[in-house]
């Protein structure tokens, strides 16, 4: 089966997805249709701001649907015999699941049975762990459950931030995707079960996850958690200033010899600044 005769819908939302379908772009497979999540209100403002696959799929001209409600989202299987999730953000329901032909792919930035959940990547810098990858499974009603169609490891750097590693995995999950398609659909290769016993999760990140205690935590764990919530949440603490509580955003820190420096700081209300020129004020 050829490029041309695979009929498929993409779902994804983030910058790892945009990755993705890029290099499924670049490679011949054209999706019928990219499944994103609506529009969302951001910033101060609360502008109302697309998704970053929205603004990559309308630059190719991909046709594109938002529905709030999955529920809603008609798949004729006479016209999807493929479906293929990166990094969508919802649960996708079986109904939708079981439509295509070939099974719903599933791109998932850990080695599982490792990691399942919302946020493997940040869960896997938090861990300290030396290496993760990339797993294509095929998808069933649980959770990152599904059986295994192949999987790669990647040996990460000790100091690498969320995004750098989230285009690392993203770029070998796209080349993966590649070579496992039409081998999927010609039945060269066959889905192995995740030994479930080996399992663990992650949870959905929440702003207060950024929390730090820079008394009582490990200057490790601090560490850890400003690679792993890059560019968001981010790390912060809080400290009394002129008789008041303030919130203050550590921006940038190295980590040597098992200490941290912190070198700047955004206090709350006010520009960066170097965390040497905030400690004298």
């Not at 499974?137 to 995004?163: C, F, N, R, T």
């Amino acid at each position: 089966m050829t490029n041309n005769n695979i009929n498929f819908a993409f779902f994804g939302t983030s910058e790892l997805s945009v990755k993705v379908l890029d290099i499924l772009l670049k490679n011949g497979y054209v999706p019928n249709l990219v499944i994103t999540a609506p529009d969302k209100p951001q910033g101060r403002k609360m502008i109302m701001t697309p998704p970053p696959l929205k603004i990559f799929a309308m630059g190719h001209n991909l046709k594109i649907a938002q529905p709030i409600s999955l529920s809603s989202c008609n798949l004729p299987p006479t016209t999807y015999n493929l479906l293929i999730v990166a990094s969508y953000g919802k649960i996708i329901p079986k109904s939708i699941l079981d439509i295509p032909k070939f099974g719903t792919l599933n791109v998932h930035p850990s080695l599982l049975p490792k990691f399942r959940g919302p946020s493997p990547i940040q869960s896997f810098i938090l861990s300290g762990e030396e290496k993760t990858g990339v797993t294509i499974m095929l998808m069933d009603a649980e959770i990152d459950h599904g059986p295994i169609l192949a999987s790669q490891k990647l040996k990460v750097e000790s100091h690498i931030k969320y995004k750098q590693l989230e285009e690392k995995l993203a770029e070998l999950g796209g080349q993966m995707l590649v070579d496992v398609i039409p081998k999927w659909i010609s039945g060269e290769i066959k889905a192995v079960e995740q030994d479930h016993n080996q399992a663990t999760f992650t949870k959905k990140i929440n702003k207060e996850d950024g929390l730090v205690d820079l008394e009582k935590d490990s200057p490790e764990l601090i560490y850890r958690k400003f690679l792993a919530f890059q560019p968001w949440p981010g790390i912060y603490y809080f400290t009394q200033k002129n008789n008041q509580k303030v919130r203050i955003i550590i921006t940038a820190m190295e980590f040597k010899d098992g200490y941290i420096l912190i070198k700047k700081v955004k206090p709350e209300s006010k520009n960066e600044m170097e965390y040497e020129k905030f400690m004298k004020l």
